[in-house]
């Protein structure tokens, strides 16, 4: 299966970080911002935010001097003897802080041998997952995960995906035409999310974007009831900008 992979911003803000990173790693005493400035090449706005972020992750600290250090979640994560228990985690606490700063359930998927499955999501009283009647792995098509995903594949791959799912019409808002559904995705940029305005479930409405490096596909995703449906385009803005520490987190 090829990939169509095309950076985003939440790409490109991962690259940047791991450059801190990588740099605060090697200067085990401390490494000040000016200097953290010249030796990434990054604007001091831009590794101010960077700066930012990283300290809230829990991936860099900042010491009494005012330089910074590695942060304990990098540590666990890089000594943990259960990797991945570490990860999710972590990955768990960024999902929940995410669900609670846009207000709405919020989900990773991956594309894993094919087929769609969704790793962790964050959920609560207020903020109430999708009840998955139809199985997410079969339902692509009409699911905002489903299509972020088929989104980063080939041509090819999409074609050999819906060969193995049928297009089934599950409320009447579902593209159940295969030529319509791989024209949107070819011609859908990769910065602008994905949606599901009721394709999936009536009452429900859902957006995702790419969290993708490497040979890995994924994406990141809210849902909303229909009741909040105008605040999906803020929501979907809110969950591009938070996508970058869980890509960060899946590539350290």
């Known amino acids: 299966m090829a990939l169509k992979h095309e950076p985003t911003a ?22 000040t911002d000016s200097r953290l400035a010249r030796l990434t090449g990054l604007s001091p706005e831009r590794l101010t935010t960077l700066l930012r972020m990283l300290r809230r992750e829990g991936y860099v600290e900042q010491v009494a001097d005012g330089a910074y ?30 669900r609670d700063s846009i207000g709405a359930a919020v989900y990773i998927s991956r594309y894993v041998d094919g087929e769609v499955t969704v790793a ?19 339902c692509a098509h009409a699911t905002a995960l489903g299509k972020s995903l088929l989104g980063q594949l080939d041509h090819n791959g999409r074609r050999d995906h819906l060969s193995r799912h049928k297009m089934a019409r599950l ?13 949107r995705l070819e011609t859908q940029p990769p910065t602008v999310p994905h949606l599901d305005l009721q394709e999936y ?27 909040h449906a105008h605040r999906l385009r803020q929501a979907a803005d809110k969950l591009n900008r938070g996508a970058a520490p869980v890509l960060l987190s899946l590539a350290i």
């Open 171 to 183: 409320t009447s808002r579902t593209i159940t035409s295969d030529r319509l559904l791989l024209s």
């Open 69 to 98: 250090v590695t942060g304990a979640a990098l540590t666990r994560l890089g000594s943990a003897q259960d990797r991945d228990q570490a990860l999710r985690e972590k990955l768990q606490s960024t999902l929940d802080r995410l």
């Open 120 to 138: 962790q999501y964050a959920d609560g009283p207020a903020t109430p997952a999708v009840n998955e009647w139809v199985d997410f792995r079969s």
């Open 201 to 227: 479930a009536v009452g429900t409405v859902c957006a995702a974007v790419p969290i993708t490096a490497g040979s890995s596909v994924g994406c990141l995703a809210l849902s909303l009831p229909l009741e």
């Open 10 to 31: 939440p790409y490109h803000s991962t690259q940047d970080a791991l450059r801190v990173l990588e740099t605060v790693a090697r200067h085990t005493t401390g490494v």
